[in-house]
C-alpha cells in the first residue's frame, strides 16, 4: 500500500475543499450575519491540513495506484469531505453537536438532502450557501467517480458504460480521465447554467437560484426553506425543478452526445427508455390515484404527482407537497421509485435504472430457458451482451444492497424507532434520497433520531453514493494484506 501517495492526493483534494469555501465566504461577507468567523477559519483548517498533507508526503515520481489504493483513497476521500465539511455548521453553532454537523455535511456531499436542522430559514446565507455547495460539487464528483475512476477499479457492473453508451472519449475512458472529466464539467456547468437562467425568469432572487440550481442537478433536494419548493408557490418553479430534476437523473455522456449533435444514440439508449418509461407510468398511476383521494383539479394533481415521482425516482428529495398523507398506493409507489433511482452515470443514487433493467432481463431469460431449456440466450443491453461476469456483479451488488438495508433497519428498531420510521430512514440514505415516512417524512427532520442511528444512517449514505463496493470492501480483512 502507497501510503505516501494516498496521503498526498487527500492533501490536494483537501486543499481545493478548502478553496471552495471562499463562495459562501463572500456570501457570507455580503450579508453580514455573523458566519463569515466560522466560514474563515473552517477554510483556513481545511486548506492548512490539505496543504500539510500535500507537501509533506509529494513523490518524486509519477503515481500509479493499484485497484486497492484507488478504493481506499475514494471512500476516504469521501469521509474527509464530510468531516472537514462539518466545520462550518460546528463552529458557528449552527449545529454544536459534532454528529450533527457531520451527518448533514455528509448528507450534502452524497447528495442525500436528509437534514437535521430543525428552521433553516435562521441560518445565515454564507452557510446556506455552503450547504448548496456541498451538493453540487458532490453530485459532480460521482458522476466523475461512476464514469471515469470506478471502471478503472472494476467496481462491478460499471463496465457498462462500454457496452451502450456513446463517451466523450471513444472506446476507453479510463486511460484519459483528466479529459473525461474536464468534457463531463463542462456539460453539468453548462444544464446547471440554463436552469439558473430558468429559475430566474421565474422571479427567484440570485441566491435562491443558485443554491436550488446546486441541489436540483444533484439531485440533492437542500432547500433554502423548511416547506422546499413548496415554499415558492409557484407552479412555472415547480416544472423547471422537474425538468432539470428529469435531466440530472439521465447519464451525462447522453446529454453530452446530444451537445454534440449524436442525437441517435440519445434516443436509442435502453437504459433512457427505461427511465422515461418508469416516470411515465408512475405519474399516472399516482395522479389518478391522488385525484380519488385528495385533489378534485386534475392539474393539481398532475402537477403534484410528476414532481414528487421525479424527486422520488432521481433521488432529489424536493417535495411540493406532504406526501406523507397521500393515499397508500401513492406512497407504496413513491417508496418503490426510492429502490429505483436514476441512471448510472448520472447524479442520482439508489440501485439505478441500469442494473433494475437488467436483473428484470435477467430474471425473464430464466423463465424463458424454463420453457426452452435447450434455447441458446443471453441477456443483451442495445444490441451487445452482457457477460456472466457483469451480471454476477450487478446480482451481487442487488443483495448486497438489500442486506445493508435489512440490517440497518433492524439497528434502526433497536434504537426505539417504530418500524416505518426505522425502514424508511435506511432506505432514503442509502438510497440517498433524503426524507422518507413517518418520522422522516416530508414535514419532519432527521433531528430526533439517536446519535448512534445518526451514525448508521451516514455510513448508508456513504456506502449508497459509493457504489456499496467501495465502502465495503474496506471491511473485507483479505483488502489489507499484502
Request: aromatic share 14%.
Amino acid at each position: 500500500m502507497k501510503v505516501k501517495s494516498i496521503l498526498y492526493i487527500l492533501g490536494a483534494f483537501l486543499f481545493f475543499l478548502g478553496l471552495a469555501m471562499i463562495f459562501p465566504l463572500a456570501w457570507a461577507l455580503y450579508y453580514g450575519e455573523g458566519d463569515l468567523k466560522a466560514l474563515a477559519l473552517s477554510m483556513l483548517i481545511t486548506m492548512a491540513c490539505g496543504g500539510i498533507l500535500y507537501f509533506s508526503f509529494k513523490p518524486d515520481e509519477d503515481i500509479t495506484l493499484s485497484h486497492r489504493e484507488g478504493f481506499l483513497i475514494v471512500a476516504t476521500g469521501w469521509f474527509f469531505a464530510g468531516f472537514f465539511g462539518a466545520l462550518p455548521y460546528f463552529i458557528h453553532g449552527v449545529l454544536p453537536c459534532f454528529t450533527d454537523a457531520f451527518f448533514e455535511s455528509i448528507s450534502g456531499f452524497t447528495t442525500t438532502g436528509a437534514t437535521v436542522i430543525k428552521h433553516i430559514e435562521g441560518i445565515p446565507h454564507g452557510i446556506l450557501f455552503w450547504r448548496s455547495l456541498t451538493q453540487w460539487l458532490g453530485g459532480m464528483g460521482i458522476i466523475i467517480l461512476s464514469i471515469a475512476i470506478l471502471p478503472l477499479l472494476g467496481v462491478g457492473g460499471m463496465q457498462l458504460y462500454k457496452a451502450e453508451l456513446p463517451s466523450p472519449v471513444k472506446d476507453k475512458l479510463t486511460p484519459r480521465v483528466t479529459e473525461t472529466a474536464r468534457t463531463l464539467w463542462i456539460v453539468y456547468f453548462i444544464i446547471s447554467t440554463v436552469e439558473f437562467i430558468m429559475l430566474l425568469f421565474g422571479g427567484m432572487d440570485v441566491f435562491n437560484a443558485l443554491c436550488h440550481t446546486f441541489t436540483t442537478m444533484a439531485t440533492g433536494g437542500f432547500s433554502t426553506s423548511d416547506a422546499s419548493i413548496a415554499h415558492f408557490h409557484s407552479t412555472y418553479i415547480d416544472a423547471v425543478i422537474t425538468l432539470f430534476m428529469m435531466i440530472a437523473g439521465i447519464n451525462f455522456t447522453l446529454h453530452y452526445s446530444v451537445l454534440v449533435g449524436n442525437f441517435k444514440s440519445f434516443f436509442e439508449n435502453s437504459e433512457l427508455r427505461f427511465y422515461l418509461g418508469i416516470i411515465l407510468i408512475a405519474i399516472i398511476v399516482v395522479t389518478f390515484n391522488l385525484r380519488s383521494h385528495i385533489f378534485e383539479d386534475v392539474g393539481s394533481c398532475i402537477r403534484y404527482a410528476s414532481f414528487q415521482v421525479v424527486s422520488m425516482l432521481t433521488t432529489t428529495g424536493f417535495t411540493t407537497d406532504n406526501f406523507d398523507r397521500w393515499p397508500s398506493l401513492s406512497k407504496t409507489v413513491l417508496l418503490l421509485l426510492m429502490f429505483i433511482g436514476g441512471s448510472a452515470g448520472s447524479t442520482g443514487g439508489s440501485i439505478k435504472c441500469l442494473r433494475i433493467l437488467l436483473i428484470l432481463k435477467h430474471s425473464y431469460m430464466e423463465l424463458y430457458r424454463l420453457v426452452h431449456p435447450h434455447a441458446v440466450t443471453a441477456v443483451k443491453l442495445g444490441k451487445k451482451i452482457v457477460y456472466p461476469e457483469t451480471m454476477a456483479s450487478i446480482w451481487g451488488f442487488f443483495i448486497l444492497y438489500l442486506a445493508m438495508t435489512v440490517a440497518a433497519s433492524i439497528i434502526m428498531t433497536a434504537l426505539g424507532l417504530d418500524m416505518m420510521t426505522a425502514f424508511s430512514s435506511v432506505a432514503a440514505t442509502i438510497g440517498n434520497v433524503g426524507p422518507g415516512f413517518s418520522g422522516v417524512g416530508a414535514a419532519s427532520t432527521y433531528s430526533e433520531i439517536p446519535i448512534l442511528g445518526k451514525w448508521v444512517l451516514s455510513f448508508c449514505m456513504l456506502a449508497g453514493r459509493l457504489e456499496i463496493y467501495t465502502v465495503m470492501i474496506l471491511l473485507i480483512p483479505e483488502f489489507w494484506k499484502k
